[in-house]
């Protein structure tokens, strides 16, 4: 662990307005053109694996949890010191495209008292997911993951929290952070019982399975998977949405996703269509 250093953010304003002249010029007349940052993306557990092995850490948590608290003090320092000088330097941006594939549109983002000036934690979105414990249980999640994460997730206006790994079990850690606003629903997920728990409190952020769309379109998988979303989410007042992402592949077919997209819009449209 010591031999991981904090890292160093450098700064290169002579190139971005470089390309900020060779985009107006460009897309003069086309589009506006604005210099923007970034986001904060926190998933140290999906580097550790790559140093230490999934199974490995997965076993440390067992046989030896010091050193799982070690590497993820470490890793919770990098992060840290990485946003913090990012801020520092007015790197950060709550006007992102995209908050990890879902829209990340909301009232609240910037803050009430925000100047113009650099853009504070408590300007952005918080995004964090830890897809190893898939595989452990809430109460390791929680302790290994939630817990360090924390220190920065807090400062943040709003939190969103999930990506590949059920959360179903996970909940009642994540409806204990007070900025939560939206929970990952992943194809493993419980369905029904995910929106029992969320209900109208947080966004329902249904991920549907790629698998659908990866070789041959299933039409009706994709119209089964929707309609439990919808009427899961109706019954329990769920604001929710639907994002198709990890599209690793379509076997060549692009149709598919055009499919895909049909057949979910129609499938919403048989609910709201009075509306």
């Not at 549907?208 to 899961?232: Q, Y």
Request: glycine share 6%.
């Amino acid at each position: 662990m010591e031999a991981l250093k904090l890292p160093v953010i450098q700064t290169y304003p002579d190139t971005d307005q470089k390309n900020l002249e060779a985009a107006n010029e460009i897309l003069e007349g086309i589009m506006p053109i604005k210099l923007r940052g970034y986001g904060i993306y926190y998933a140290p557990w999906d580097q550790i694996p790559r140093f230490r092995g999934v199974e490995n850490c997965l076993m440390d948590m067992i046989s030896d949890p010091e050193f799982i608290h070690k590497t993820i003090t470490k890793f919770t320092e990098i992060y840290h010191a990485r946003y913090t000088r990012m801020e520092e330097q007015g790197l950060l941006d709550y006007n992102i495209s995209d908050l990890h594939c879902t829209p990340p549109y909301a009232d609240g983002i910037p803050a009430s008292d925000y100047d113009g000036g650099k853009i504070r934690f408590k300007d952005i979105w918080f995004r964090g997911m830890a897809q190893l414990f898939s595989s452990a249980s809430p109460a390791m999640h929680d302790e290994f993951d939630l817990q360090y994460m924390r220190g920065m997730m807090d400062k943040c206006a709003m939190s969103y929290y999930g990506c590949c790994e059920p959360l179903d079990k996970f909940i009642p850690y994540l409806k204990k952070v007070p900025n939560m606003r939206k929970i990952g629903v992943s194809p493993w997920a419980n369905v029904r019982s995910s929106a029992e728990q969320i209900g109208g409190a947080y966004v329902f952020a249904r991920k549907p399975n790629p698998a659908n769309v990866a070789r041959d379109f299933n039409k009706e998988a994709v119209e089964n998977e929707t309609v439990e979303t919808i009427e899961a989410c109706i019954e329990n007042k769920c604001p929710y949405e639907l994002v198709l992402k990890d599209i690793s592949t379509v076997n060549r077919n692009p149709q598919n996703l055009i499919k895909w997209t049909k057949t979910v819009m129609e499938t919403i449209d048989r609910y709201y269509s009075s509306f």
